[in-house]
C-alpha cells in the first residue's frame, strides 16, 4: 500500500477475466440474465459487489448525459428533469443483464476493487481526477459505493469537492493513508474473499519493489495459497439499496449440498416471545440501525465468532438486516444465509447478543 509500489496491470487485467469468468459461469448455468439484486449478493466481498453496482451506474450516467445533449428537446425544463428522475429510478429496480455484457463489467469492478485494496491512494486520487459537474453529489454517491478506507479518504474528499481547484485534499489523503501504509496484512484481509473464488499471487500483483521494502506477508501467502483456485456458490440473500441501488424481493434458495447433521435453526416465535417478556425497558425499541446499539466488543465478538473473522462479510449481515421489514423476515434471512452456511450454534451467547440487537429494532416502546 506504500507509494512506490508498481502495480502489474497485466496481471490485474487477467485476474479479473479469470475470476469473472467462474463467478458468471456458476451464475448463468441455469439463468439468462442477472438482476440488481442478485448483483449485491454475488461474492462475499460486499465492496465488491457494491463496485459492480457502481460501474453500472457510471456506464449509465455516460449514457444519460449523451441522450440528454440530444438538441431537439429541452432538457433543463423543470417537468423534463423531473419525468427523467423518474424514469430513472424506476429503470434502478428492473436492472437485467445478460453474461455477455456482465462479464466485461465485472471484471472492471474486479480490477478496481484489487487497486482499491492494494493502493487505495492511486484509486481515490483517479475516480477524484475525472471531472465532475456536481462534486459534492459524486462525494456522496462515492461514499455509497466504497465502503474501504472510509476514514482514510473521506475528509479528503469532501475538501476536493468544496473546493476543486486546491491541491491541498491531496496533502489530506497522503495524510490520511500514513498509518494504513502500516499495516501490509490490510490487503489481504480486504481480497481474501476474492481468494475464495481465484487465488491471488501477490508476487505478480506487486513488482519492482525491493525485497527489504516489501512486506513479509505478502511472501507468507504464497505459502498458504492452494496449486488449484477454489469455486465457491454463494447463497442467495435478500437486501436494499437505497435510492438509486437496488430494490428488495424474496428469494429462497435451498441448499443443496447434503449435510451429515442437521443444523437447529432459530424459531422467531420463541425469540420474540423471550425478549418481549423481559422487563428490562433498554431492550425495547431503542435503535433504528443495527450499529448504533452494537458496542466496540460486540462488533469483534461477531465478527470472530459469527462471521469468521471476515470484517466484511459482518457488514454485508448487517446492512442486509437493516433492509428487512420486519423481526420474522430479519430471522428468515439469518436461517437461510449465515446459521446454516456458517453452522452457527444458535443457543451461544453472540447468537443470543445479536438477536437482542434485532429485537431492539423492531420492537416498539
Not at 442478485?38 to 465488491?48: D, K, M, P, R
Not at 425544463?77 to 443483464?97: C, G, H, P, Q, Y
Not at 462479464?103 to 475525472?130: C, H, N, Q, Y
Request: net charge negative; proline share 4%; glycine share 2%.
Amino acid at each position: 500500500m506504500t507509494k512506490q509500489m508498481i502495480l502489474d496491470q497485466d496481471y490485474i487485467d487477467s485476474y479479473s477475466r479469470d475470476f469473472s469468468q467462474i463467478i458468471c459461469d456458476n451464475h448463468f448455468t441455469h439463468r439468462k440474465y442477472i438482476s440488481g439484486q442478485e448483483i449485491i449478493e454475488l461474492t462475499h466481498s460486499f465492496q465488491l459487489n457494491l463496485m459492480v453496482i457502481r460501474e453500472l451506474f457510471e456506464d449509465w450516467q455516460k449514457q444519460t448525459d449523451s441522450f440528454s445533449k440530444n438538441p431537439y428537446f429541452d432538457f433543463q425544463d423543470n417537468v423534463v428533469k423531473e419525468a427523467l428522475s423518474t424514469f430513472m429510478n424506476v429503470l434502478s429496480r428492473s436492472i437485467k443483464i445478460e453474461k455477455i455484457d456482465f462479464e466485461p463489467l465485472l471484471g472492471r469492478a474486479v480490477g478496481k476493487t484489487i487497486l482499491l485494496a492494494v493502493d487505495p491512494v492511486t484509486f481515490i486520487e483517479s475516480v477524484l481526477e475525472e471531472g465532475h459537474k456536481e462534486p459534492a453529489s459524486y462525494v456522496k454517491e462515492l461514499k455509497k459505493y466504497i465502503k474501504w478506507y472510509r476514514e482514510s479518504w473521506v475528509p479528503a474528499a469532501e475538501d476536493w469537492a468544496a473546493d476543486t481547484g486546491s491541491l491541498f485534499w491531496k496533502q489530506k489523503l497522503y495524510e490520511g493513508f500514513e498509518k494504513e501504509s502500516d499495516d501490509s496484512s490490510q490487503p489481504l484481509a480486504l481480497l481474501a474473499p476474492l481468494q475464495e473464488v481465484l487465488t491471488l499471487n501477490f508476487d505478480t500483483l506487486i513488482k519492482d519493489i525491493p525485497e527489504e521494502s516489501k512486506p513479509d506477508v505478502f511472501a507468507e501467502v504464497e505459502k498458504e495459497v492452494e496449486e488449484e483456485p477454489k469455486h465457491y456458490i454463494v447463497e442467495k440473500t435478500e437486501v436494499v439499496i437505497e435510492e438509486q441501488e437496488v430494490e428488495s424481493s424474496n428469494h429462497i434458495q435451498e441448499d443443496e449440498a447434503p449435510t451429515e447433521k442437521r443444523i437447529e435453526t432459530i424459531d422467531p416465535s420463541i425469540v420474540w416471545a423471550k425478549f418481549d417478556a423481559e422487563e428490562n425497558p433498554y431492550m425495547k425499541g431503542s435503535i433504528s440501525h443495527l450499529k448504533e446499539g452494537m458496542g466496540i466488543n460486540q462488533r469483534i465478538m461477531f465478527t470472530k465468532r459469527l462471521f469468521q473473522g471476515n470484517p466484511d462479510l459482518m457488514d454485508q449481515a448487517i446492512f442486509e438486516l437493516d433492509a428487512t421489514d420486519s423481526f420474522f423476515e430479519a430471522i428468515d434471512l439469518l436461517n437461510r444465509s449465515f446459521v446454516l452456511s456458517l453452522n452457527w450454534d444458535i443457543h451461544s451467547e453472540e447468537v443470543l447478543e445479536l438477536l437482542q440487537l434485532i429485537f431492539r429494532k423492531y420492537d416498539e416502546v
